[in-house]
């Protein structure tokens, strides 16, 4: 989910050993691009236009992981709580991941994400300080 302009799936199809990879978000352009991009990969590399938030066509417990970079809302004022956004959107992570599966996540909006994260079904194996272009990040590694 948010595969965005697709940092995540290029590294993983060129990094790493897998058996199906499925890539999303909810832009149509940025899907249209990424297929454009992986026009020529064979390796069971399935992008779609999807909502991150409402996973429906997904049987509960369908992935081992779930790597991902949602919206950090540090630019929208209108938005001064987005931690019900990344509650619903652990909810669905939770529910479409097997027990003990992982979930590992980029995020910059430290504090509305941790706000969220209290409320989630998820346990928090490790927690990683970065910085990304010069703003402070955490890199979250959940399990079922």
Same mark, same amino acid.
């Given at each position: #989910?948010?595969?965005?302009? @697709?940092? +995540?799936? &290029?590294?993983?199809?060129k990094?790493? $050993?897998?058996?199906?990879?499925?890539?999303?978000?909810?832009d149509?352009?940025?899907?249209?691009?990424?297929?454009?991009?992986?026009?020529? /990969?064979?390796?069971?590399?399935?992008?779609? %236009?999807?909502?991150?938030? $409402?996973?429906?066509?997904?049987? $509960? @417990?369908?992935?081992?992981?779930?790597?991902?970079? #949602? #919206?950090? *809302?540090?630019?929208?004022?209108?938005?001064?709580?987005?931690?019900?956004?990344?509650?619903?959107?652990?909810?669905e992570?939770?529910? +479409?991941? &097997? #027990? *003990? @599966? +992982?979930?590992?996540?980029?995020?910059? /909006?430290?504090?509305?994400?941790? !706000?969220?994260?209290?409320?989630?079904?998820?346990? %928090?194996?490790? !927690?990683?300080?970065?910085?990304? *272009?010069?703003?402070?990040?955490?890199?979250?590694?959940?399990?079922?």
């Amino acid at each position: #989910p948010f595969c965005g302009h @697709g940092s +995540i799936p &290029k590294e993983i199809v060129k990094n790493f $050993n897998y058996n199906m990879l499925f890539a999303s978000d909810i832009d149509e352009t940025l899907v249209n691009e990424l297929k454009t991009k992986f026009k020529k /990969n064979k390796k069971n590399l399935f992008i779609k %236009q999807r909502d991150a938030l $409402n996973l429906n066509y997904f049987e $509960n @417990g369908f992935f081992d992981k779930i790597i991902t970079d #949602p #919206p950090w *809302n540090l630019y929208n004022s209108l938005d001064k709580d987005f931690s019900v956004f990344y509650e619903n959107m652990l909810k669905e992570f939770h529910r +479409i991941l &097997k #027990p *003990n @599966g +992982i979930c590992t996540i980029l995020m910059g /909006n430290i504090d509305d994400f941790e !706000k969220a994260l209290k409320h989630s079904h998820f346990k %928090q194996i490790e !927690k990683y300080h970065i910085l990304v *272009n010069g703003k402070k990040a955490n890199v979250y590694k959940l399990k079922n």
